[in-house]
């Protein structure tokens, strides 16, 4: 069973910049950051391979960078240009490898089996 452990959540301002990161233990292949405001869906951000492929929701594409580090264990993002939207719970999502997987990391939360507590990002305008 994996263990994801998520730190780096703060309050900002709008247009401000912030990053988030996740140990894991073991590395899994999928790697991903959801958030959730309350009462919604859990959402995908950002996903990544092993091999470093990503993918990226729409709303954050050219403002967060999500990037691993396969040998110490992490995943990062990188979030600038900060919009009150943005303000949400972020989680650390990870699965193992799968003989059918698509070309791009999957966005879907129900393709993930282990999940971190969450880091809260609040920002305000």
């Known amino acids: 069973q994996v263990k994801l452990v998520e730190s780096g959540g703060d309050s900002v301002q709008a247009g401000g910049s912030l990053t988030l990161s996740c140990t894991a233990s073991?590395?899994?292949?999928?790697m991903a950051w959801f958030r959730q405001v309350p009462g919604n869906e859990r959402e995908g951000v950002a996903a990544?391979?092993?091999?470093?492929?990503?993918n990226y929701a729409d709303s954050v594409k050219g403002r967060f960078t999500v990037s691993r580090d396969n040998a110490k264990g992490t995943l990062s993002l990188q979030m600038d240009s900060l919009k009150p939207e943005d303000s949400a719970m972020y989680y650390c999502?990870?699965?193992?490898?799968?003989?059918?997987?698509?070309?791009?990391?999957?966005?879907?939360?129900?393709?993930?089996?282990?999940w971190g507590q969450g880091t809260q990002v609040t920002v305000s305008s």
């Open positions: 073991p590395v899994l292949w999928m």
């Open positions: 990544t391979y092993h091999n470093g492929q990503v």
């Open positions: 999502a990870a699965n193992g490898f799968k003989f059918d997987l698509p070309d791009l990391p999957t966005l879907n939360k129900d393709e993930y089996t282990g």
